[in-house]
Antibody, heavy 123, light 109 residues
């Protein structure tokens, strides 16, 4: 059974730089692209970033480009999101999600499995 | 949102309901669409991928389709437990990223 679990959320001050982690189990982690998706309280889903199966390709939403960095350690079955220069509008639940494919070259948008999310509050 | 979804839909138990998702040539017109269900207080769940494919465990009363730059999700035999938010998503070649629709809130009357 595939399980994704996010860690690292909490209350942070503007300008701080927390790092989120997503631990995966029950899946060949190193074979699939992985995403971060966020959802502000009471709002819709917003895609944040994508990393290909081997970490060679990375894509970001314009709203976080230059401030957030996605990375992965396939030896640890772990996905990361380094969040720099946080703003109040970054307050949201952050979900990690496994894609259906390897996502080399992009064009990946099938979020097969999702974690339960971790709340980041910038205040 | 880059993808346009009517914000709400409703139906009575047992009815069919359809939700639309309108995009452009750089997203729906070129790439495959997925649909997600988010029940209150839970994480989203994949309902449809590659426009019309259902993952194992998703009932066949959920179906998807795509024509040109628009996609649709249909739910048949509506149940009270279907109440929640529904989102479409697709890769956008111009943005080099994923775009979501604004979401549609389904109410079962």
């Amino acid at each position: 059974q595939v399980r994704l679990a996010e860690f690292g959320g909490g209350v942070v001050q503007p300008g701080e730089s927390p790092r989120l982690l997503c631990s995966a189990s029950g899946v060949t982690f190193g074979s699939y692209g992985m995403h971060w998706v966020r959802q502000a309280p009471g709002k819709g889903l917003e895609w944040v970033a994508l990393i290909s199966y081997d970490g060679s390709d990375k894509y970001y939403a314009d709203s976080v480009k230059g401030r957030f960095t996605i990375s992965r350690d396939n030896s640890k079955n772990t996905l990361y999101l380094q969040m720099d220069s946080l703003r109040p509008e970054d307050t949201a639940f952050y979900y990690c999600a496994k894609d259906w494919g390897h996502c080399s070259g992009g064009n990946c948008s099938h979020f097969e499995y999702w974690g339960q999310g971790t709340l980041v509050t910038v205040a | 949102s880059v993808l346009t979804q009517p914000p709400s839909a409703s139906g009575t138990p047992g009815q069919w309901v359809t939700m639309s998702c309108s995009g452009s040539a750089s997203n729906i017109g070129t790439n495959s669409v997925s649909w997600y269900q988010q029940l209150p207080g839970t994480a989203p769940r994949l309902l449809i991928y590659r426009n019309n494919q259902r993952p194992s465990g998703v009932p066949d009363r959920f179906s998807g389709s795509k024509t040109g730059t628009s996609a649709s999700l249909a739910i048949g035999g509506l149940r009270s437990e279907d109440e929640g938010d529904y989102y479409c998503a697709v890769w956008d070649d111009s943005l080099s990223g994923v775009v979501f629709g604004g979401g549609a809130k389904l109410t079962v009357l």
